[in-house]
């Protein structure tokens, strides 16, 4: 279940790329570091998940190969649809609401129960929640800056 949803969660961010890339070469880029960024923390979660489910290394890293070549199929897709000009925004809303939900299911709740078991280890879950803090408001405002200066960067 972990790969379908991974496959699923891939395709939808090579679909975002995909036209991302069909839009300019600055927003391909941009769209393209954040899901770099993004897949990091989230690839070592995948495979510490198929790992704990008792997978071996082998076969954690081939299930997760097998759920990122979805994402080389989304970018098909993107391209193809990014090339019509209302379906740009449509792709960008979809992943949108899909990374909104991921990060106020998934992450949140994660946020929450790492405060909890520090306070069950009794320690202050103090920099736990700073770290966490820190972390939102510096991706806040990394966003914030390429957003406000994205017209201005010529390639």
């Not at 790969?3 to 995909?18: P, T």
């Not at 890339?21 to 570091?33: E, H, K, P």
């Not at 489910?53 to 994402?71: D, V």
Request: with cysteine.
């Amino acid at each position: 279940m972990i790969v379908v949803g991974d496959g699923l969660h891939k395709f939808v961010d090579g679909l975002s790329v995909g036209a991302a890339f069909s839009d300019n070469l600055l927003t391909g880029m941009t769209v393209g570091l954040s899901m770099i960024c993004e897949e990091i923390a989230h690839e070592i979660g995948d495979i510490a998940m198929l790992l704990h489910a008792g997978l071996s290394i082998k076969r954690a890293l081939l299930y997760n190969s097998i759920a990122a070549i979805f994402c080389f199929f989304g970018v098909a897709v993107g391209i193809i649809l990014g090339e019509t000009t209302t379906a740009n925004q449509w792709i960008f809303a979809f992943a949108a609401g899909i990374f909104l939900y991921v990060a106020l299911v998934d992450m949140l709740p994660e946020m929450s129960m790492a405060a909890e078991l520090a306070i069950e280890k009794h320690s202050s879950p103090f920099f736990i929640s700073l770290f966490q803090t820190i972390g939102l408001v510096l991706g806040f405002f990394i966003i914030l800056l390429v957003a406000m200066y994205v017209g201005e960067i010529e390639l």
